[in-house]
């Protein structure tokens, strides 16, 4: 799921600010970018990250501003005089006259400005891992607001599910008429010499209307669809086994389509379809 979490922290010399963000992904892949000086920390933030989000596209970014005066960039002037000297020289061989200009192509050369590097100061680097943590924090409250609407949404497609399937039983008795309307129908038809023994004719027509019978899989349905619910109200991540309950659901929704022979109960069972296809999108964003 999606979220954004930010965070500063001021320092004697240099304010930092940390910025993260995640977007849903199957996997956990991180993109970072940091100052020169915190680089090496990459892998434990890595890890910080890897612990708190479990999944999801995370960018993290961790941006340095100095404060002050003070700056590790320090002009090595004997450099710089060694190179005024030569150029001077050089517009003298060519009659030039030297210009403001060239003070600034001579600080633009190799090794005119020198920078001293930091050391990392550990108890600095504590202060930053709990700012750290609290823009991780706030992107995962961006991601449970964003999971509670999930989770009414996907019950809501369930709910229907269920209110189209209880729609059904209407259907049912007038199917079965029908059924043995056009049987008979079709027996009175035939020629008059074949002779049809009532009896007989009676126990194919119940053996006919079980395999018809719809009775197991709206029971098999409410099932699934309970358990559905129950399990997406279980603390620790379900994704993966909601998923699985989903296909139960589809393949009793399937038999109960192939079953049918009612244009309204086909209308129902392509309904219900609608509303799976809207779950199962909806859980790609769930661990």
Request: proline letters at 3%; hydrophobic letters at 35%.
């Amino acid at each position: 799921m999606t979220g954004y979490g930010k965070a500063e922290c001021e320092l004697p010399s240099k304010k930092i600010t940390i910025e993260i963000k995640s977007l849903n992904s199957k996997q956990l892949d991180i993109n970072s970018r940091f100052p020169g000086i915190y680089r090496e920390k990459d892998i434990e933030v890595r890890k910080i990250i890897a612990e708190k989000l479990e999944r999801g596209k995370v960018d993290f970014s961790l941006y340095c501003e100095q404060l002050g005066l003070e700056s590790n960039a320090v002009i090595n002037k004997p450099i710089v005089n060694a190179y005024y000297t030569q150029l001077a020289e050089i517009y003298r061989d060519l009659n030039m006259e030297m210009s403001e200009l060239a003070i600034t192509s001579i600080l633009r050369l190799p090794d005119a400005v020198k920078v001293d590097h930091e050391e990392l100061d550990e108890e600095e680097w504590k202060m930053i891992v709990s700012r750290i943590n609290a823009a991780i924090d706030m992107l995962n409250s961006f991601r449970v607001q964003e999971g509670n609407a999930l989770e009414a949404d996907i019950v809501s497609h369930i709910d229907l599910i269920v209110k189209l399937k209880n729609q059904i039983e209407p259907y049912e008795s007038e199917r079965i008429e029908r059924i043995k309307t056009r049987l008979s129908d079709a027996l009175s038809n035939l020629s008059d010499n074949v002779q049809a023994d009532p009896n007989r004719f009676e126990q194919e027509l119940i053996f006919y209307l079980e395999k018809l019978d719809i009775n197991e899989e709206k029971v098999r349905l409410e099932n699934h669809c309970t358990y559905f619910i129950e399990t997406i109200n279980e603390p620790y991540p379900s994704g993966k086994k909601l998923a699985f309950i989903a296909q139960e659901i589809g393949r009793e929704i399937n038999t109960l389509g192939s079953k049918a022979n009612h244009s309204e109960i086909q209308k129902l069972v392509i309904k219900m379809k609608d509303e799976l296809e809207k779950i199962k999108e909806q859980l790609l964003n769930i661990l």
